[in-house]
């Protein structure tokens, strides 16, 4: 079984097909899918969407691109989602100098707040970091992120950096790049703890090879999965084995959870 630890599925792209492209990963083995949400609305119907699906969880956060808007209220009204069974961590926040979308120190300051939020409520970050991965590990550092930990999603840093990250209770996520000719990340993954890597789609975007050019989505992560066995010349369900117990435990879902106890109870017509 794999878990998608980030996928967009509240995103309008899915709004057409979003019960078969979950029936699709389901069918390919992806047992467990997290949504971040990426501002107060999108946090909203990633709820809707957990709510909905047995096997989707969700997060409650504001990215670094809608930080522009950023009111106070904003932070209670991620607290107040976040209250919500199936909202499994705090994010996606964190800090994109690639992009720059809305200004630095703005980015900074939602960040930061996002942070104490989690450490007050006790659950891991979902993390986004481009063009800024020293910058995200001093922040965490300073706001002792260690205490709830998370995962550095579709992480662009160094294996030392990673590191770094895994010392303060960090997974780095690893996504469709891995499948590019020439990506970086072969030499990455090869060079960190295995235990340290969770797997991810980050759908609609990044789509793994043969793929790319399309909508991405959660049923193409086995891909992922084969060529992170490949690399590290590991058998395909040690893998599976691995960066599935390591995402379970870090969002405290699947067996390491409590969720599946009251699964029963819920009504879900695609994880039966
Ligand atoms: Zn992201
Ligand atoms: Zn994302």
Redesign the pocket.
């Known amino acids: 079984m794999l878990i998608d630890t980030h996928a967009h599925l509240d995103f309008k792209d899915f709004e057409k097909d979003l019960d078969e492209t979950v029936r699709r990963a389901t069918d390919a083995g992806v047992g467990i899918i997290v949504n971040p949400g990426t501002n107060v609305s999108s946090s909203r119907k990633a709820v809707a969407i957990a709510e909905r699906f047995h096997c989707v969880y969700a997060a409650a956060g504001i990215?670094a691109h809608d930080v522009a808007n950023y009111l106070e209220e904003s932070i209670d009204a991620i607290a107040d989602i976040a209250q919500h069974p199936k909202v499994v961590a705090i994010g996606?926040c964190g800090l994109d100098f690639f992009r720059d979308y809305a200004p630095r120190g703005k980015q900074l300051e939602v960040f930061r707040d996002q942070i104490r939020l989690a450490l007050r409520l006790k659950k891991p970050l979902v993390v986004?970091s481009r063009g800024a991965e020293e910058e995200t590990l001093q922040v965490l550092t300073e706001e002792k992120a260690e205490l709830v930990g998370g995962v550095l999603?579709?992480f662009g840093g160094s294996p030392d950096q990673a590191l770094r990250a895994q010392k303060m209770g960090f997974a780095v996520g690893v996504g469709g790049t891995l499948t590019y000719s020439r990506s970086d990340r072969r030499d990455f993954v090869a060079n960190v703890d295995i235990h340290s890597i969770v797997l991810e789609t980050?759908a609609p975007f990044l789509p793994p090879q043969p793929h790319r050019g399309k909508r991405n989505e959660p049923a193409w992560l086995p891909l992922v999965a084969e060529r992170l066995a490949e690399t590290r010349s590991l058998p395909l369900d040690e893998v599976h084995r691995i960066t599935s117990s390591t995402a379970e435990a870090l969002f405290k879902i699947g067996r390491a959870g409590f969720w599946r106890a009251s699964s029963s109870s819920t009504t879900d017509p695609v994880s039966r």
Do not use: I, N, V
């Open positions: 990215h996606e986004h999603h579709c980050d």
